[in-house]
């Protein structure tokens, strides 16, 4: 099991810019941020292969968001742009440890981060 431990979130109005932090305690495979808003399911942005820095992006933050990580540091990073107030959720870092399929499957992770809130206003 991975610890995983968010930071970042707030309150920002439209067009603005958050960072998300996510510290992980140890070696993972996948890591990913997820998004989950109020009466919606859990829904993947994007992931990343940690041993080549392979991304992924949903269409809904493609060109928006960024994700990268600082192996040195065991931290992943969620650089969200010109945010919009449809971005407002709760957004969960996440993680799995055994090789395999790199997706933004929710199913496939098992290590999960406790989230940040970030609210967008209009």
């Known amino acids: 099991q991975v610890q995983l431990v968010e930071s970042g979130g707030g309150s920002v109005q439209a067009g603005g810019s958050l960072r998300l932090s996510c510290v992980a305690s140890?070696?993972?495979?996948?890591m990913g941020w997820f998004r989950q808003a109020p009466g919606k399911e859990r829904e993947g942005v994007a992931r990343i292969l940690t041993r080549s820095g392979n991304t992924y992006y949903s269409d809904s933050v493609k060109g928006r968001f960024t994700i990268s990580q600082d192996n040195a540091k065991n931290t992943l990073y969620l650089q969200m742009n010109s945010l919009k107030p449809e971005d407002t959720a709760m957004y969960y870092c996440?993680?799995?440890?055994?090789?395999?399929?790199?997706?933004?499957?929710?199913?496939?992770?098992?290590?999960w981060g406790q989230g940040t809130q970030v609210t967008v206003s209009s």
């Open positions: 996440a993680a799995f440890t055994s090789a395999g399929y790199c997706s933004l499957r929710r199913s496939a992770y098992n290590n």
């Open positions: 140890g070696y993972t495979y996948c």
